[in-house]
C-alpha cells in the first residue's frame, strides 16, 4: 500500500483567491471523502466522492467543490476564499465495503 | 443531529501507566459504527480502534481497548502501558449515512500527553 498523498503540504493564498488541493488515493479506494479541520477543532465532512460523482455533502457552501478522477486521484476546489476557510484539508479515502478511512497528511491553508 | 462530546481536552499520564479518554455521542440511530483516530504533529489521522454498535463485545487491538455502552452512548477509550509514541490527539468519531455517502463526525479531541 503506497498511503493516501496530499500536495501542497503548506499554502498561503490571499482573501478572494481561488485554490485547488489534491489527494492521490491508494490503488482500489472508489471512495475519498474531504475534511476541514480548523485549528484546535475536529474535522468536519465536506463532502465524498464515489466513482467520480459527489453522494454526500456537509454543511459547506458551493464554492466548496470537487472532483474525483479514474486514476484515484481527486481534488477539492474553493473560490472566493474567505481568512475563516484557513485550516487544515483532509482527504480520506477507502474502498467499497469496508469502514476503515485511510487518511492523508493533510493540506494546511492559510488565508490571509 | 449526532453529536459527539469529548469532556477531557487534555490529559497527562506517566509512561507505562493506563489512561482512559472519555467520548459520549448522541444519535437515534439502532446500527452504526465509533472509531479512536490518533492524530500525532504529522497531521495524519490514524485508526487506533473501531467497534460495530451491534456488536456487544468491546473491540481491543494490542494496549487499546474500547468500553462501549450503547444503552449510555458512551465510548471510552483505554490505553494500557502507555508509551512515549502514545502522545498525540485522540479523537473520537461516529459514523453515519448521509444522502448515501458515509460521513465522520468527530468529537473536539482529547490531547494526550505521555511523560518519561
Known amino acids: 500500500e503506497t498511503g493516501v498523498t496530499q500536495s501542497p503540504t503548506h499554502l498561503i493564498k490571499t482573501r478572494g483567491q481561488q485554490v485547488t488541493l489534491r489527494c492521490s488515493s491508494q490503488?482500489?479506494?472508489?471512495?475519498v471523502s474531504w475534511y476541514q479541520q480548523a485549528l484546535g477543532q475536529g474535522p468536519q465532512f465536506i463532502f465524498q466522492?464515489?466513482?467520480?460523482?459527489?453522494?454526500g455533502r456537509g454543511n459547506f457552501p458551493p464554492r466548496f467543490s470537487g472532483l474525483q478522477f479514474p486514476n484515484y486521484s481527486s481534488e477539492l476546489n474553493v473560490n472566493a476564499l474567505e481568512l475563516d476557510d484557513s485550516a487544515l484539508y483532509l482527504c480520506?479515502?477507502?474502498?467499497?465495503?469496508?469502514?476503515?478511512?485511510?487518511f492523508g497528511s493533510g493540506t494546511r491553508l492559510t488565508v490571509v | 443531529a449526532q453529536t459527539v462530546t469529548q469532556s477531557q481536552p487534555e490529559m497527562s499520564v506517566q509512561e507505562a501507566e493506563t489512561v482512559t479518554l472519555s467520548c459520549t455521542y448522541d444519535?437515534?440511530?439502532?446500527?452504526?459504527?465509533l472509531f479512536w483516530y490518533k492524530q500525532p504533529p504529522s497531521r495524519q489521522m490514524i485508526l487506533v480502534i473501531r467497534?460495530?454498535?451491534?456488536?456487544?463485545q468491546n473491540a481491543t487491538e494490542n494496549r487499546f481497548s474500547v468500553n462501549f455502552q450503547k444503552a449510555a452512548k458512551s465510548f471510552s477509550l483505554k490505553i494500557s502501558d502507555s508509551q512515549l509514541g502514545d502522545t498525540a490527539m485522540y479523537f473520537c468519531?461516529?459514523?453515519?449515512?448521509?444522502?448515501?455517502?458515509?460521513?465522520?463526525?468527530f468529537g473536539q479531541g482529547t490531547r494526550l500527553t505521555i511523560n518519561p
Open positions: 467497534q460495530e454498535a451491534y456488536k456487544q
Open positions: 468519531a461516529f459514523m453515519k449515512l448521509i444522502q448515501g455517502a458515509q460521513k465522520l463526525v
Open positions: 466522492y464515489y466513482r467520480e460523482e459527489e453522494n
Open positions: 444519535t437515534s440511530e439502532n446500527n452504526y459504527y
Open positions: 480520506a479515502s477507502r474502498t467499497g465495503g469496508r469502514y476503515g478511512y485511510t
Open positions: 490503488s482500489g479506494h472508489n471512495t
